[in-house]
Nanobody, 121 residues
Framework: QVQLVESGGGLVQPGGSLRLSCSAS????????MGWYRQAPGKQRELVGT???????NYADFVKGRFTISRDNAKNTVYLQMNSLKPEDTAVYYC???????????????WGQGTRVTVSS
C-alpha cells in the first residue's frame, strides 16, 4: 500500500520561510502528478501547486511567485518551498499523488495525512 509521508510544517513568523517535503513509500513505477493542497480554518481544500513527471508545474494565483514546487522522481519526493509567508497562509497542507503506478496496482489519487503550517507572531 502506497503511503505519503509529509514533513516540514510548524510555526513561523510572518515573512519567514518553510520547506515542506513529501515522500511516497512503496515500490513505485511512476507518479504522473505530485503536488500540494491546503485547507485553512473554515475553508475548503484548495490547490497550491502541482508538478508532473516531465517537470510541468501549475500554481494557484495566490502563490504570486512566493512558493516553488520541485520533484525528485528518483526518490518519489515532492517539495514545497514557501517564502514570504503571510498569516493567511496558515492551513493544513496536504500532499497528493495522482495516477500512481505500482507493480501491484494503479491508484487514481493518494493523499497524505497533512502537516500544519501556522504563520503568526
Amino acid at each position: 500500500q502506497v503511503q505519503l509521508v509529509e514533513s516540514g510544517g510548524g510555526l513561523v513568523q510572518p515573512g519567514g520561510s518553510l520547506r515542506l517535503s513529501c515522500s511516497a513509500s512503496d515500490i513505485i513505477k511512476s507518479i504522473y502528478t505530485m503536488g500540494w493542497y491546503r485547507q485553512a480554518p473554515g475553508k475548503q481544500r484548495e490547490l497550491v501547486g502541482t508538478a508532473t513527471t516531465s517537470g510541468i508545474t501549475n500554481y494557484a494565483d495566490f502563490v504570486k511567485g512566493r512558493f516553488t514546487i520541485s520533484r525528485d522522481n528518483a526518490k518519489n519526493t515532492v517539495y514545497l518551498q514557501m517564502n514570504s509567508l503571510k498569516p493567511e497562509d496558515t492551513a493544513v497542507y496536504y500532499c497528493n499523488a495522482a495516477r500512481v503506478e505500482t507493480p501491484g496496482r494503479y491508484y487514481n489519487s493518494i493523499w497524505g495525512q497533512g502537516t500544519r503550517v501556522t504563520v503568526s507572531s
